[in-house]
């Protein structure tokens, strides 16, 4: 695991400040640093060793000095591939997963990436070619940003890396904007800032002779195998998902350094967890986090049970609301952009904490937009008979709701977004924060003429994107395949991918094997959500591994209690920073609308810690990186 950086100009290079570029992503590679230059273009590195850690430094070239390769990630069947190369001719220096990138690059061009099994996003330099070669993996774990103008392209890990170049100028993308306000994390290839980009999962760039162009390597189907004239039977499909579950297990475990879980006491981390004892030859060390708030903030003593049950070396964090003034402004630092993700908090601190015991963690993320955990998925396929009810009807049974009712006032929230006939619009409509309705009263005049007319064709073109893409009738499938374009990526990988690496820690993700998300989307979604059942086939496949009370407790998200902090702890904090002079008078917002927002949450009238959280992380991102305000 590393974090790379490199520069393509046509002009002379300042090595001294790409080093400097390099440097930037430390936290991503604290253990080395390593950087070559070659005429117009600089490769530069930093590594977290984690396989060969004496011998996988990096750049890494072939035999005869002419193709050099920094990676960043894990290639997960690295030892499967090396005696096929060595088969064909290829020498070997070393025992990392580096080296054989490079060789089969070599071997197969493009088409290695079809062969790899990992995470990544690396950079391969043709010398003789006089070409730049840019990939990044299936599912998208991990990031690679890069900024093109016509006379240089400069790539990164993080964003921070292209923005330390004088020649990028730090300048707000409207469209990167109303994507953040809309929901609370860029969207993909677009980000927060003009010109600077986000390689598309399952995509690969080439550079050369002044053309730029990307290409999709990947993707996955959605054809259901439990269709008359199916060959598989839900007993196989089980059985299927249950030795892929322990062979993507495994594979993550390989390290030369110590490896543990996150644990939060769900189906997907519990299972993850007895997998991993299956193939350990000792306790393995698991983590979790809990708010000293209790209630639905603390999930510690379900992880407590699974742990005792697995007999694990379990560690537990208690987290106070002081944990996070201290927190939030690395967190700007560290995600570039604005992120309004809050569970990002407790995973920076539960990372850190775990990076004092190990350097890697494997982590559940994935299972509930594989196998449907989202309640979401299950009350969507009810839009097309909503949509059949007359509008006066539906306005008798939803009526005005006011005060206290905020249960209430969220199912009637339900019912409109069910009522949208538009599929790419209604599911992303469930992901929204600010509706446009909201960004008409927040938006300035002038931002709201800068990005006139990007709905639908803007904000929802993932979503319109995505669903097109997910060609069969499996009406599940479908919504689970659009959480896995969008939200997947561009929220919880950016999320584990920034958090962990900060505290250079490296997180892998068994449920995202490229075998098992193709295996997911060939079951038909009847098999994962059955009489509000969810994730119903991974239970059948994990029931013998972890305690019942995991099984069939009711799902709950990683919850972190803004709601109640907004309107004590922090409700001065929030006014102060929301409502300063300098915040009002960029132009951006209308104060009185923002004003309206902190005095409804305070007083309860509304809940509003999602708007306020998504206003505060832009107006402290402003001020560090467009204003260069010192953290």
């Known amino acids: 695991m590393c974090g790379i950086y490199g520069h393509l100009t046509d002009s002379e290079l300042d090595i001294q400040r790409a080093e400097k570029s390099t440097d930037l992503l430390a936290h991503r590679g604290p253990d080395e640093r390593g950087t070559v230059l070659c005429g117009n273009v600089f490769l530069g590195m930093r590594r977290l060793s984690i396989i060969d850690l004496s011998g996988g430094q990096q750049p890494i070239w072939n035999e005869d000095q002419t193709r050099c390769v920094v990676f960043n990630g894990e290639l997960y069947n690295f030892l499967d591939l090396k005696p096929e190369l060595e088969s064909k001719g290829h020498l070997f220096r070393t025992r990392s997963d580096t080296e054989i990138v490079l060789h089969a690059y070599e071997e197969w061009g493009p088409d290695c990436l079809r062969r790899f099994n990992g995470m990544f996003a690396f950079a391969v330099w043709d010398q003789r070619l006089r070409r730049l070669f840019l990939a990044r993996d299936r599912i998208g774990e991990k990031p690679l940003y890069y900024y093109q103008d016509g006379k240089r392209l400069i790539f990164g890990s993080e964003i921070k890396a292209i923005l330390a170049d004088p020649v990028v100028q730090r300048r707000l993308n409207p469209r990167g904007l109303v994507n953040y306000l809309t929901f609370g994390h860029a ?33 996955v189907g959605i054809e259901p195998q439990l269709t008359p004239g199916s060959t598989l039977s839900e007993v196989e499909l089980v059985k299927k998902l249950q030795l892929l579950l322990e062979d993507s297990v495994r594979r993550r475990m390989v390290a030369d350094v110590p490896v543990g879980a ?100 494997l982590s559940g993320d994935g299972g509930d937009e594989l196998f449907g955990g989202y309640r979401r998925y299950a009350v969507d396929r009810f839009a097309p008979l909503y949509q059949r009810f007359p509008t006066i009807l539906t306005r008798k049974l939803l009526p005005e709701l006011t005060g206290k009712l905020s249960r209430l006032r969220r199912t009637k929230s339900v019912f409109r977004t069910l009522g949208l006939p538009d599929p790419a619009c209604r599911y992303a409509s469930w992901l929204t924060i600010f509706s446009p309705e909201m960004q008409a009263e927040l938006l300035k005049f002038e931002l709201q003429q800068a990005v006139s007319g990007y709905d639908p064709t803007g904000t929802h073109q993932g979503y319109y994107h995505a669903l097109n893409g997910a060609t069969a009738n499996d009406h599940l ?130 809940v509003r810690d999602a708007h306020l959280w998504v206003l505060l992380n832009f107006e402290l991102w402003h001020r560090a990186y467009l204003e260069n305000e010192p953290i």
């Open 187 to 219: 969207i993909a290839p677009e980000t927060i800032y003009q010109n600077i980009y986000k390689l598309l999962p399952a995509h690969y760039l080439v550079a050369q002779n002044g053309d730029i162009r990307t290409v999709q390597y990947w993707q």
């Open 262 to 361: 996150f644990l939060s006491g769900g189906i997907d981390s519990s299972a993850i967890v007895a997998l991993m004892k299956r193939n350990a030859n000792g306790p393995i060390k698991t983590f979790s986090l809990g708010f000293n708030i209790g209630g639905a903030y603390n999930e510690l003593s379900d992880a407590r049970l699974v742990a005792k049950y697995l007999g694990t070396k379990h560690y537990e964090l208690h987290v106070e609301h002081v944990d996070l003034i201290q927190t939030l402004q690395k967190l700007i630092y560290h995600y570039d952009e604005p992120f309004a993700d809050p569970a990002g908090f407790p995973v920076y601190l539960l990372s850190r904490f775990a990076r004092e015991h190990v350097k890697v963690v």
């Open 477 to 606: 499938n479908r919504m689970m395949y659009v959480d896995c374009k969008t939200l997947l990526v561009d929220g919880y990988m950016e999320k584990l991918d920034k958090t962990t690496m900060a505290c250079g820690l490296e997180a892998r993700v068994p449920l995202l094997d490229y075998r098992l998300v193709e295996l997911a989307f060939q079951i038909p979604g009847r098999l994962k959500i059955r009489r509000g059942s969810s994730k119903r086939i991974l239970k059948q496949a994990v029931h013998d591994l972890i305690p019942s009370r995991v099984l069939h407790k009711p799902k709950h998200g990683f919850a972190v209690p803004l709601d109640p902090w907004f309107r004590a702890e922090f409700k001065d904090f929030l006014f102060e920073v929301l409502l300063d002079k300098r915040t009002l008078q960029r132009g951006y917002f209308n104060g009185d609308f923002i004003e309206r927002l902190w005095r409804e949450h305070l007083h309860g009238r509304e």
